[in-house]
């Protein structure tokens, strides 16, 4: 690094280059020659992205794994709610109690669930994530109307 004094208490070379750099924030001032151009460009293209290819190849690597959460996450939504329904049927029908009958709502209510149960609308063929979230309503329905303890 090669530093001279200007006779005014000012260094010049590459000191006062740096400082320069300083107060530009770092960008030289000037056009940029042209080799450093070429160097500048070359370097964006290989900075080693990885191609459309590598990346469509990485997102379906991803979407198996989707795939694996969606059945495992769908089975068990099927199974917790097929659990709930067995469990109230049962109760309802008095099974699984020993020498005891169930403690039912009155007599108007379980009209009305039977209601409520009749008007549930669901196209079972179309698969939709709606119909089983008004399942599950219903079945909240069904067990908030339960007696405590059912």
Same mark, same amino acid.
């Given at each position: 690094m090669s530093m001279t004094w200007d006779g005014a208490g000012e260094m010049e070379g *590459?000191?006062?280059t740096a400082r320069q750099l300083a107060k530009a924030g770092g960008r030289a001032e000037g056009p940029i020659p042209a080799e450093k151009k070429k160097a500048k460009a070359s370097s964006k293209r290989g900075r080693g992205r990885p191609s459309r290819d590598a990346l469509a190849a990485e997102l379906s690597a =991803?979407?198996?794994k989707v795939?694996?959460?969606?059945k495992e996450s769908g089975e068990n939504l099927l199974t917790?709610? *097929?659990g709930e329904l067995v469990t109230l049927a049962r109760y309802l029908s008095g099974q699984g109690l020993p020498? =005891?009958?169930p403690v039912l709502p009155p007599a108007e209510a379980l009209? =009305?669930?039977i209601l409520q149960a009749r008007a549930l609308k669901v196209k079972p063929h179309k698969g939709r994530v709606k119909d089983l979230a008004r399942i599950q309503g219903l079945l909240e329905t069904l067990a908030s109307g339960m007696p405590p303890g059912a």
């Open positions: *590459d000191a006062a =991803e979407l198996a795939r694996s959460m969606l917790r709610l *097929d020498d =005891e009958k009209s =009305e669930m």
